[in-house]
C-alpha cells in the first residue's frame, strides 16, 4: 500500500515509527507527533502505550505528543492507569 492513502496523522505515525527505525543506534532518540488531537482518545491511548512500551524496551528515550486539549484523552489515559507514567503539559 502507498503512503499516498494515508491521512495526514496515519502519515505522520508511519514517519515517527520509520524516525525510530533510523535512529536505532543514536545516542538520544526522541520521537515527536504533533498531529496526537486528530486521533480518537482510544487510538491516542493505544499509541501511548505502544510508545511507552518503545520505552521500556529501550527503543526510544522519550516522546512529546502535541496537540489541543483533550479531555477525553485525558480520562481516558486516567481509567487505563497511564497518567503516572506521563506529563501532561496543557498551555
Not at 30 to 50: F, K, S
Not at 61 to 81: C, H, K, M, V
Request: glycine share 8%; proline share 2%.
Amino acid at each position: 500500500r502507498s503512503s499516498r492513502v494515508f491521512s495526514g496523522t496515519e502519515a505522520a505515525i508511519v514517519m515517527m515509527g520509520l524516525t525510530a527505525g533510523l535512529a536505532s543506534k543514536s545516542s538520544l532518540r526522541v520521537l515527536l507527533l504533533d498531529e496526537i488531537g486528530r486521533l480518537d482518545a482510544d487510538n491516542a491511548v493505544q499509541l501511548i502505550v505502544n510508545l511507552l512500551g518503545m520505552i521500556r524496551d529501550g527503543d526510544i528515550d522519550q516522546f512529546i505528543l502535541i496537540g489541543p486539549s483533550n479531555p477525553n484523552l485525558t480520562d481516558a489515559l486516567e481509567a487505563d492507569g497511564r497518567t503516572s507514567e506521563l506529563k501532561i503539559i496543557n498551555v
